[in-house]
T-cell receptor, first 114, second 113 residues
């Protein structure tokens, strides 16, 4: 099993450009998440999808949009990239709609906005 | 809302020594406390977790303790090995709030051979 797969692994954007980060999981999990990781700040939730067809804002949603394409796939879109969005982005999935279910993470997308 | 603090931010130990990472949380309703290990260039991976009805849990060289009264929990790694070098994150969440897994800022552990 591949687990959680993220593409691309690296990306450099200029301010104002747009892009979509892709995520797919093969564990038949209901819930999927997008986090960003910045030095000294741990992981902060951007958006999540409790189940197919639903999405909700997390702690830091401004400047992002998401799409839960189907049960396997959850994408994150930056419509107009800003330098403050330079970060490492992680997609994760979990088995049940519960705070007590472990998160399974992908290996991240390292995004630089110049 | 929930706030998770984690100390120390960096930790260096000699191979074979023990390492301890401590976390505190603010929301007394939190009842699930996972620990994640992140190796360089990879995503975090769950290594151990503890629920609020348990005071201590062990898995080989790794143990986690929870003090609900004081609202703190700790990760203990014994007989450290170079492959234990990584960033470790603690987290806290409530069963009814799947969007509220709050992570600590992380501890970078270096095990010196």
């Amino acid at each position: 099993n591949a687990g959680v797969t993220q593409t691309p692994k690296f990306q450099v954007l200029k301010t104002g450009q747009s892009m979509t980060l892709q995520c797919a999981q093969d564990m038949n999990h209901n819930s999927m998440y997008w986090y960003r990781q910045d030095p000294g700040m741990g992981l902060r939730l951007i958006y999540y999808s409790a189940s197919e067809g639903t999405t909700d804002k997390g702690e830091v949603p401004n400047g992002y949009n998401v799409s839960r394409l189907n049960k396997r796939e959850f994408s994150l879109r930056l419509e107009s990239a800003a330098p403050s969005q330079t970060s490492v982005y992680f997609c994760a999935s979990s088995d049940v709609v519960s705070g007590n279910s472990p998160l399974h993470f992908g290996n991240g997308t390292r995004l630089t906005v110049t | 809302g929930e706030n998770v603090e984690q100390h120390p931010s960096t930790l260096s130990v000699q191979e074979g020594d023990s390492a301890v990472i401590k976390c505190t949380y603010s929301d007394s309703a939190s009842n699930y406390f996972p620990w994640y290990k992140q190796e360089l260039g990879k995503g975090p991976q769950l290594i151990i977790d503890i629920r609020s009805n348990v005071g201590e849990k062990k898995d080989q060289r790794i143990a986690v303790t929870l003090n609900k009264t004081a609202k703190h929990f700790s990760l203990h790694i014994t007989e450290t090995q170079p492959e234990d070098s990584a960033v470790y994150f603690c987290a806290a969440s409530k069963k009814t709030s799947y969007d509220k897994v709050i992570f600590g800022p992380g501890t970078s552990l270096s095990v010196i051979p």
